[in-house]
């Protein structure tokens, strides 16, 4: 049983392009969230994602859109890169039920932006 | 606003021997959950452990347990039996459970790596 895919798993930008990241949640799982953790620190909540609809959000900028399709799988859009963009991007799948309280993360998609 | 505070940057510990990772929060949420996840150098977040904020007895899950003091607003892992294979990065991360469930937004603090050594 695949847990949760992230690609590309490393990628390189220069400032002023656009990127974009693809997730597959874990077989079951039909909410999908974005994390960003940046060099040292913790991850931080980008946004969350159920019925192909934008739930939720953190302090992120609008440069930085989501989409989920049908079969649950998500991506993340980054436009105008900035070096502070510069980070691991984790993706984390769960079931939307009462008590499913457990987020399963992806391995990381690290971005550099040159 | 929640936030999670882990003073700890960096921990030792002897093969074979118990460690605790230190945690605290703060919030103003009354319903919260906390949760430790590993994280090794291969990037992927591993789940060890959770704990409500109303449950009255300490979470544990094999060799982890979660030393929860919920007056002094503490969360600590306590690892024993370290292994070799123990040696990460370890995020404690809490979440506000007001909304039904439906909240999925997890406040991480900055982590501790933990290394043991042989």
């Known amino acids: 049983d695949a847990g949760v895919t992230q690609s590309p798993t490393h990628l390189i930008k220069t400032r002023g392009q656009q990127v974009t990241l693809r997730c597959s949640p874990k077989?079951?799982?039909?909410?999908v969230s974005w994390y960003q953790q940046a060099l040292g620190q913790g991850p931080q909540f980008i946004f969350q994602y159920y019925e192909e609809e934008e739930r939720q959000r953190g302090n992120f900028p609008d440069r930085f859109s989501g989409h989920q399709f049908p079969n649950y799988s998500s991506e993340l859009n980054v436009n105008a890169l900035l070096l502070g963009d510069s980070a691991l991007y984790l993706c984390?799948?769960?079931?939307?039920?009462?008590?499913?309280?457990?987020?399963?993360f992806g391995a990381g998609s690290r971005l550099t932006v040159l | 606003a929640q936030k999670i505070t882990q003073t700890q940057p960096g921990m030792f510990v002897q093969e074979k021997e118990a460690v605790t990772l230190d945690c605290t929060y703060d919030?103003?949420?009354?319903?919260?959950?906390l949760f430790w996840y590993k994280q090794p150098s291969s990037g992927e977040m591993i789940f060890l452990i959770y704990q409500g904020s109303y449950d009255e007895q300490n979470a544990t899950e094999g060799r982890y347990s979660l030393n929860f003091q919920k007056a002094r607003k503490s969360a600590n892992l306590v690892i024993s039996a370290s292994q070799l294979g123990d040696s990460a990065m370890y995020f404690c991360?809490?979440?506000?459970?007001?909304?039904?469930?439906?909240?999925?937004?997890?406040?991480f603090g900055k982590g501790t790596l933990l290394t043991v050594n042989p």
């Open positions: 919030t103003s949420d009354q319903s919260y959950g």
């Open positions: 984390a799948s769960t079931p939307r039920r009462a008590g499913a309280n457990v987020l399963t």
């Open positions: 991360a809490m979440r506000e459970e007001n909304s039904g469930g439906s909240n999925y937004k997890l406040t």
């Open positions: 077989s079951g799982h039909d909410t």
